[in-house]
């Protein structure tokens, strides 16, 4: 058995471990009592390194917490786990001592988070040193605590289209990254921390994998603030604001707001495979121009029209016939009425004089 005793920002961390046995009660019972008489700023009770959890050491944090609210001192217990959880639930501590656990020992889902809870889990933590294990245990414990708070700032920027869980992930990565980078010795709030890496997480995620084409960051900041901003503006006035109503409640130049608009349509490009239209079969790719090949014969055309004309009367027509009409040589044959052999000769030297006449004026 051994109980240890140090002090992390605000908090008196009282670190126990192995067999809290009824032999340790009068160590455990003075521990407590002087801290809590010294009036300590809070005190943390860590069972995460404890085997065995005696009733008659139950009975000691109870009547501790009981003259900790009595003197206005915060006493918690974190870290309790296997034998030592069930001995809290069996005993029916985990109301009078605070220690939120359910039947598996993980913390229960909530809508709100008790700041005082987490900051004590992580003071418990900072107690212990880099190496010892049992401060995985206390991450944990305090990461579970604060899972409703990821949930519910990834809920505020989650759209109707867009799926939760993975924007969900995204913002318990960033709780794990404030539960690793708090320090409690420092004495600030845990909560004024974990939001704004959180939220800086969630920001991130959306500049970086989810636009369809580059947008400068400050653009996509705005949009996401212009986004909150139209949802309340919306209600209070019953329509949708216009451009400058959301400049002025931004405090942003209309020229951003206007810009930021238009680079939101990047952040979906449409697909190419769209369906057009109702019931149709067109897509939006085949609304896609392409290079015009009539227009690279443009200057080849308007070059043989005068070339054409000097030919003479029945080689014109037999070109006319055979590459505007699309008739084959015996057709242009009886329309001329000359053989099919007469028309190869036909269409043979026109082609020849006009291949010739065109090499000779871009020589020119």
């Excluded at 003197?71 to 220690?99: K, M």
């Excluded at 329509?239 to 238009?262: C, F, G």
């Excluded at 085949?286 to 014969?297: H, N, S």
């Excluded at 269409?347 to 004026?361: G, N, V």
Aim: with cysteine; net charge negative.
């Amino acid at each position: 058995m051994g109980v240890e005793t140090s002090t992390v920002g605000v908090w008196r961390v009282v670190t126990a471990a192995g067999e809290l046995d009824p032999a340790a009660v009068p160590v455990l019972s003075g521990v407590l009592s002087d801290l809590i008489r010294a009036g300590a700023g809070g005190v943390v009770v860590d069972l995460s390194g404890v085997s065995l959890l005696s009733c008659a050491c139950v009975n000691v944090l109870v009547r501790a917490a009981e003259r900790a609210r009595r003197s206005g001192v915060p006493l918690r217990v974190v870290g309790a786990r296997a034998t030592a959880q069930r001995v809290l639930r069996i005993t029916g501590a985990t109301v009078e001592l605070s220690v939120n656990v359910d039947a598996s020992g993980r913390q229960p889902a909530s809508g709100e988070v008790a700041a005082e809870a987490v900051e004590a889990i992580l003071a418990a933590r900072a107690a212990l040193c880099e190496a010892d294990e049992r401060r995985d245990v206390l991450r944990e414990q305090a990461v579970r605590t604060c899972l409703p708070l990821a949930a519910r700032l990834a809920a505020g920027y989650r759209r109707p289209h867009e799926g939760g869980d993975e924007l969900t992930q995204i913002a318990v990565v960033g709780l794990l990254k404030a539960v690793d980078r708090f320090d409690p010795h420092r004495g600030s709030g845990f909560l004024g921390f974990a939001f704004p890496t959180i939220l800086g997480e969630i920001r991130r995620y959306f500049r970086d994998q989810t636009w369809g084409v580059h947008v400068p960051r400050h653009l996509q900041e705005l949009r996401l603030a212009m986004n909150q901003a139209a949802g309340a503006m919306a209600q209070t006035l019953g329509r949708e604001p216009t451009t400058a109503e959301l400049a002025d409640r931004l405090d942003e130049p209309v020229e951003d707001v206007r810009e930021s608009m238009v680079a939101a349509q990047g952040y979906g490009p449409a697909s190419l495979s769209q369906p057009v239209g109702a019931g149709g079969t067109l897509v939006l790719g085949d609304l896609i121009g392409g290079p015009d090949e009539d227009l690279g014969r443009v200057e080849y055309h308007e070059t043989l029209v005068p070339l054409m004309a000097a030919l003479p009367d029945p080689e014109r027509k037999a070109l006319t016939y055979r590459f505007f009409g699309n008739m084959t040589q015996v057709q242009i044959g009886e329309i001329l009425g000359v053989s099919q052999v007469h028309v190869s000769r036909l269409l043979t030297r026109a082609l020849a004089r006009l291949r010739a006449e065109l090499l000779a004026s871009e020589a020119a």
